[in-house]
RNA sequence: GUGGGUGUAGCUCAGCUCGGUUAGAGCGCCAGGUUGUGGCCCUGGAGGUCGUGGGUUCAAGUCCCAUCACUCACCCCA
């Protein structure tokens, strides 16, 4: 075996492309219902964009970027996820000049360059939703909308929301600042890492998995408790409206997301069936990054799910159905060298598959044996036998594949038979 | 980038601790048992540079080193 799929890659084989499909589909679906449409970005951008989005100093633009010059020179970046994409061609298009607000949604592969684990690869699919043009709370409430009737649509019973809100950045850089305080003050208990996160990005001082730091911050300040009133007022109404729609949260004050342009609102789902990738999706209110970006400044909110995660955790639960059911015909021959019977068989399949019927037929000369025992395995619902013992002209012999009996009709009435039992 | 586990047939794995004749099983695939008919059963067949490269040894799937990949976890994230 010489070559092999690229580390952290993988392929995507029949059997299991057909359950991607499945949840695809119902997210696509689900997007007409609540009025998204879709857009589709490149898989690479210039590499600037990525930077100026989602900050310098995340570990996505540090250190896991796929990033390359062409031969014009020109650096990219394969996407490591969806958004900043879509908020470019926003601006690029002057899609703020259409209706407001505007409502999209993606899905595609992404790319980053982290070291493989359950739940994560290098490449990557994400389908996403995006809403500009509004900052009524109601949105952000319909995105996890959206996600929860997504996830339930699948069959999920058991996710949990997290929220939290990291505020404007205004409240977040006071906020920032006490917290920065806080942890010098106890600085010497903290881990290295932690030493690291209270100079680059305090926030994550949050969700330190060390037992110790964990329980130096146990009482550090909490950002809703240092939201501005405007943010105070945004999250209380983010919180009402899901309670009226009576779903279920988790105002988690350590939740922090990864990337620096989210503003307000966070969220995410996770699952408790996944391994330490236990995130199905997240997302959260962006207000600044179309300005960041270059466009009018228009808020934003959206979230997107992993289709890994999602795949993965569905096959933890058993929610995909089992196997599909028997369909289709095909056209077992029993004398392979009679070439008239042959010809018949093929006139007989292009006129069924004309019609819309699922219907194959042997091309390997094998014997009928071979020809019922592959129909079989491939869970044919019917097999049409031509030839065989004392033929006679103008009828088929149609077998019932799952009753297991087989019957000799007139030609006209066999056919009408398959149409009306393989039909659409 | 860091640490643990694992690489033997298309798939799931045994054999490795204690090196020693032609490397095994189940499933799958192909064919036969049934003078043309699937599922169950029986028989036979095809299919392996034992991840790769070095080393130790009379002898390496088995021991040692390196490397690559998979896997789980950390960092971080979907």
Request: glycine share 10%; net charge negative.
């Amino acid at each position: 075996m010489k070559y092999k799929a690229p580390r952290g890659t993988r392929d995507l084989l029949p059997g299991e492309a057909e359950k991607w499909h499945f949840v695809e589909s119902r997210f696509k679906e689900l997007c007409n219902i609540y009025g998204f449409t879709e857009i589709r970005t490149p898989i690479f951008e210039e590499t600037a964009l990525f930077v100026r989005s989602m900050g310098e100093e995340t570990d996505v633009v540090k250190k896991e970027m796929y990033i390359f010059k062409d031969q014009g020179g020109r650096e990219l970046a394969l996407r490591p996820e969806g958004t900043a994409g879509v908020v470019r061609a926003f601006i690029e298009h002057g899609i703020h000049n259409e209706a407001q607000p505007v409502k999209l949604f993606y899905y595609g592969p992404m790319f980053r360059y982290d070291r493989p684990q359950a739940g994560r690869q290098r490449q990557f699919y994400q389908m996403g939703i995006e809403i500009f043009g509004t900052k009524d709370p109601a949105v952000d409430v319909e995105v996890i909308k959206f996600s929860q009737d997504f996830f339930q649509g699948l069959g999920f019973s058991n996710l949990s929301l997290q929220i939290n809100s990291t505020g404007c950045s205004e409240c977040r850089e006071d906020y920032l600042e006490q917290l920065s305080v806080f942890a010098d003050a106890r600085v010497s208990s903290l881990c290295g890492d932690c030493k690291e996160r209270s100079r680059l990005n305090p926030l994550r001082l949050l969700d330190c998995k060390e037992i110790g730091c964990r329980e130096e911050m146990k009482d550090a300040p909490r950002i809703t408790d240092h939201l501005c009133s405007s943010c105070r007022d945004h999250f209380d109404k983010v919180l009402f409206l899901l309670d009226s729609l009576e779903i279920i949260y988790n105002v988690d004050h350590q939740l922090v997301r990864g990337l620096d342009y989210y503003t307000n609102t966070a969220f995410e789902f996770h699952s408790s069936t996944l391994g330490a990738q236990n995130s199905l999706g997240g997302g959260g209110r962006y207000d600044n990054l179309v300005e960041v970006c270059g466009g009018a400044s228009t808020p934003g909110v959206g979230m997107a799910v992993g289709v890994e995660r999602i795949v993965m955790a569905m096959e933890k639960e058993a929610l995909f159905s089992e196997e599909m059911p028997a369909a289709g015909i095909f056209i077992a021959v029993g004398e392979q060298n009679d070439l008239p019977l042959r010809r018949e068989a093929l006139l007989l399949l292009n006129y069924l598959r004309g019609k819309g019927i699922v219907c194959d037929t042997d091309y390997l000369g094998r014997s009928l044996k071979a020809q019922m025992k592959f129909a079989n395995r491939k869970r044919f619902r019917y097999v049409v036998i031509l030839g065989g013992e004392d033929p006679s002209e103008g009828t088929l012999k149609v077998r019932d594949m799952l009753k297991g009996d087989q019957t000799e009709l007139l030609r006209s009435e066999a056919i009408e038979l398959l149409l009306k039992n393989c039909g659409k």
